[in-house]
């Protein structure tokens, strides 16, 4: 009896977080013969796997490099990157019965469109390699000893203690409380003398509020195709305006790049010139209306908004110069300042997290805490939208399990 309760308590490391990080980090390190216990607050792993691209699982990006990750050193992914790479992700997935379709932009998706599947593969290999997870336990602190650590958690309502030679931090970022999350891991690195750089909500709607607010409000439901941008980045996709402002995968990815208080611009005609469009239209329809003819460009509902800031009730033919610029600037150059966003709860991730600095890149081993690792989310490691982010979640957790 005693050797059995050893055994089932004697694990080379203890994962905190049952998420993407967390669940690759154990599947692989079961490879390696390594034993190890997953700590998973939520009822059932991967919580925000199951919800992520509608409930499909956007589950990698065939694009993947380190120059679509937001951090304070641009270079820290690329060694994790290069050690599971975009190949690696699909092999795995492929040898365990999942096929990757391709949809918008190298976005992979399961054939199935279902993000059970791919939790399906982690739980059904930890249960193969004998790897241990514990749901509903909710770790509350993380002490280091002589030669090891113990960790402190309740599970099922009774507080519990283990001890281990190493500790991964996998519990993710600030997004979404309703799915579990917690500032734990962060706090848990500050706790060990860890820099963790300022954290916002990023891949998130923005907001419009005061006079401007009814004017988007009008628009809500409306789809364009854009270009948006600000001095930092610049994305092609569609934007959607919604009754508190805008959303839609144009926004969320330059949300990433935004900063209270900054403007942001949107081009409605990427790749296209309305003032040569216009004159070169006017000279077969000179008569038409303005409205009528931004009408045929975008939706008559879309056109009748736009009116409140040009001559729409003009035929194209009496258009001045002047006019013909405002409206330029207006398809092209139409500016927005966000009153800010919609917050943790309804952002996809955070930017920010454990200082980069912090972390050996070959390894995520704390600098100055042997034993104790950091991936994921908790990582000053920030994708884009369409599959970065598991990327760097499969990545980080396979380059942990490398180094217990």
């Known amino acids: 009896m005693t050797a059995n309760l050893t055994k089932q308590t004697q694990f080379d490391a203890i ?32 919580a925000k796997i199951l919800i992520s691209g509608g409930g499909r699982c956007n589950y990698t990006n065939l694009y993947t490099t ?36 391709e949809k918008t932009l190298g976005q992979l998706f399961p054939v199935s469109d279902k993000a059970k599947d791919v939790v399906q593969v982690f739980t059904t290999l930890c249960g193969d390699l004998g790897q241990e997870i514990w749901c509903d336990a909710d770790v509350t602190a993380v002490e280091q000893n002589a ?26 970022g600030l997004p979404i409380a309703k799915m579990g999350a917690t500032d734990f891991g962060l706090r848990t ?9 300022e954290t916002s ?12 607010q009814p004017w988007y409000e009008q628009l809500s439901g409306n789809s364009v195709f854009c270009r948006v941008w600000n001095d930092r980045a610049s994305f092609e996709e569609n934007i959607l305006f919604t009754h508190w402002g805008l959303s839609g995968p144009a926004i969320l990815q330059i949300s990433s790049y935004w900063k209270p208080g900054e403007s942001i611009y949107i081009d409605l005609l990427p790749g296209k010139d309305i003032t040569e469009m216009i004159l070169t239209e006017r000279e077969q329809n000179g008569k038409k209306m303005l409205l009528a003819y931004l009408a045929g460009l975008f939706t008559r509902k879309f056109a009748d908004a736009l009116s409140d800031y040009v001559p729409a009730e003009k035929n194209l033919a009496s258009l001045t110069k002047t006019e013909l610029e405002d409206i330029s600037i207006l398809i092209h150059e139409f500016k927005v300042k966000p009153a800010g966003t919609k917050g943790y709860d309804k952002a996809e991730v955070m930017t920010g997290g454990v200082d980069t600095n912090e972390l050996s890149s070959k390894t995520l081993e704390s600098k100055k805490v ?6 994921g989310e908790c990582v000053d490691v920030t994708g884009w939208l369409g599959g970065y982010n598991f990327q760097w979640a499969w990545a980080s957790g396979f380059v942990i399990a490398q180094n217990l």
């Open 15 to 46: 994962i905190i977080g049952g998420g993407a990080c967390g669940l690759m980090c154990a599947v692989q390190a079961g490879f390696l013969g390594k034993r190890v216990l997953v700590l998973e607050k939520n009822d059932k792993p991967g």
């Open 66 to 101: 380190h120059k679509q990750f937001i951090s304070q050193n641009e270079h820290f992914s690329r060694s994790a990157l290069a050690q599971w790479t975009v190949d690696d992700t699909v092999s795995f997935f492929e040898t365990y019965g999942i096929e990757g379709k």
């Open 147 to 172: 030669d090891n650590f113990t960790v402190s958690f309740e599970r099922h309502g009774k507080p519990q203690t283990l001890s281990t030679s190493k500790v991964v931090i996998a519990s993710g």
């Open 189 to 197: 690195a500050r706790k060990f003398g860890m820099t963790v750089t």
């Open 201 to 212: 909500p990023a891949l998130v709607p923005l907001t419009i509020t005061g006079k401007d």
């Open 370 to 375: 042997p034993g104790l690792f950091v991936g």
